[in-house]
């Protein structure tokens, strides 16, 4: 059996395979709800044998979608169709997650294919918030900066959200504390310039992220498992570093966070990314070994071999694949005859394999 298919297992939570499905925003959404689409989009990924499946950033809150179009779970009402989902993603024997999001200064934009644009002039805008009223782009509306009570809210919306996702079915929970949205604008010197506890020193600056990462647990226990997506770099001078993502991760480690998922940058217009096959498996590697805790490697794995071969070396537990699966939503049936695996399919598929 390759390292690929080798079954992975974290606490209570078995994986069949090592293939996980990247969190990726439909901008299909209205008033946050999950419909076909998603059943549909998320369903095949799991017939196609991915071990673990997670939505797209789901907000926490309206104001923390990116587009009008993002999926939410800001109120009871979007359980049941979340419900739905896991149920169908567990009968092809995958784990349901869900990435929990709020989109901080770089929410109010339009949808990918309707301009990706910050929304102005515009009767679908609504007010940023931030930590420090910095915009991303000097052209976007300027962020508010948020208030003790805004953060103290935002963290309920987090710890509301994580309970709505246990009621939901879902077995993972992801954070997501990358590519420049409110947790990493609040862990990053270039975007967090406040000067009360939740500012400054680099304790301050993680704060949020913890104190997130608290009520969470509180509410999921050992049964549901715990991830957190950061930019392990901004990849600009005077930024968030690999070293400062070292010193978070080991203290995640310590509250009992289950997996590292290591992506970059998003925080700054001025990033240098030298963007490439397995650009960010190094940050993987580094973190799985000095911290000590299950990593996922992410961005441009593209080959069976590739895959095979981070796994191989220690460089993370996990493999997270976006844009290969939207090529290609039976990538892990393909990969599995490629490295000489007699997987499962679908008994439906079967006459196919
Ligand atoms: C259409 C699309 C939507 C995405 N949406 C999200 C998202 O909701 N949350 C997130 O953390 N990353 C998101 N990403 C980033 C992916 O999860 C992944 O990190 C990135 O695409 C690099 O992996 P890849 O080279 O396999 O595509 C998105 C990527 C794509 C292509």
């Known amino acids: 059996m390759s390292h690929l298919f080798s079954p992975f297992i974290l606490k209570h939570t078995t994986f069949k395979n090592r293939i996980v499905v990247s969190p990726m925003c439909q901008y299909s959404s209205v008033d946050g709800f999950a419909n076909d689409w998603h059943l549909v989009h998320l369903g095949t990924r799991a017939v196609g044998g991915a071990g673990l499946v997670i939505t797209e950033a789901a907000a926490v809150s309206p104001e923390g979608r990116i587009t009008p179009d993002d999926l939410g779970i800001w109120k009871d009402e979007h359980v049941d169709f979340l419900k739905r989902i896991t149920t169908f993603i567990e009968l092809q024997g995958s784990v349901p997650g869900i990435q929990l999001a709020h989109a901080g200064r770089k929410a109010s934009h339009s949808s990918a294919w309707k301009g ?6 515009s009767a679908e805008a609504w007010q940023t918030l931030a930590p420090s009223n910095i915009p991303y782009a000097p052209t976007d509306p300027l962020p508010k900066e948020m208030t003790i009570a805004e953060i103290k809210q935002c963290i309920i919306d987090f710890e509301k959200a994580a309970q709505r996702s246990i009621d939901a079915g879902f077995k993972v929970i992801e954070i997501h504390g990358a590519h420049g949205y409110l947790i990493n604008e609040f862990l990053s010197p270039l975007s967090n310039k406040r000067t009360d506890e939740y500012g400054g020193s680099f304790e301050n600056r993680i ?49 009992s966070v289950d997996l590292i998922d290591c992506s970059t940058g998003g925080n700054s217009r001025n990033q240098q990314i030298p963007v490439g ?16 805790i299950a990593t996922g490697a992410v961005g441009i794995i593209t080959t069976a071999e590739q895959a095979e071969s981070i796994l191989k070396n220690e460089q993370a537990d996990l493999i997270f694949l976006a844009r290969e699966f939207l090529r290609n939503p039976y990538f892990p049936l393909n990969a599995a005859k490629a490295l000489g695996d ?4 679908p008994n439906q598929y079967d006459r196919a394999k």
């Open 207 to 255: 704060r949020l992220l913890l104190e997130i990462v608290d009520v969470t647990k509180k509410i999921i226990g050992n049964n549901i498992l715990l991830f957190v997506r950061i930019s392990a770099t901004d990849w600009v001078d005077g930024g968030w570093t690999l070293e400062d993502s070292i010193k978070l991760c080991t203290i995640l480690k310590s509250v």
């Open 342 to 345: 007699d997987i499962a399919w």
């Open 116 to 121: 990706g644009k910050a929304l102005v002039n």
């Open 277 to 292: 096959p397995l650009y960010q498996v190094s940050f993987s590697e580094k973190i799985k070994k000095e911290c000590s």
